[in-house]
Nanobody, 120 residues
Framework: QVQLVESGGGLVKPGGSLRLSCAAS????????MSWYRQAPGKERELVAA????????NYAESVKGRFTISRDNAKNTVYLQMNSLKPEDTAVYYC?????????????WGQGTLVTVSS
């Protein structure tokens, strides 16, 4: 069964850093693009960062550019989100996501989420 398990969230002060991890299993990790989303209370879930499988190219939400870095380690079946210069508005539950091709279309798999709280 496909599983995504996030970890690394916690409480951090503004300006601090955290590294989130997403451990993947149940599919060929190296051939799939991976992404991170987040959802704050009362807000829509939004795409934070994505990384492709082949080229490793990345995309980021404008709000996190220059502060967050997505990366992957195919040998460990893990995708990371390095979060620097954290702001209170980064507070949210962060979710790992993979989009898979299934007949006749696609399906998305989500992790359980990990809470990041940025507060003094």
């Amino acid at each position: 069964q496909v599983q995504l398990v996030e970890s690394g969230g916690g409480l951090v002060k503004p300006g601090g850093s955290l590294r989130l991890s997403c451990a993947a299993s149940g599919f060929t990790f190296s051939t799939h693009a991976m992404s991170w989303y987040r959802q704050a209370p009362g807000k829509e879930r939004e795409l934070v960062a994505a990384i492709t499988s082949a080229s490793g190219s990345t995309n980021y939400a404008e709000s996190v550019k220059g502060r967050f870095t997505i990366s992957r380690d195919n040998a460990k079946n893990t995708v990371y989100l390095q979060m620097n210069s954290l702001k209170p508005e980064d507070t949210a539950v962060y979710y790992c996501n993979v989009k898979r091709r299934t007949y006749p279309g696609y399906s998305e798999v989500w992790g359980q989420g990990t809470l990041v709280t940025v507060s003094s």
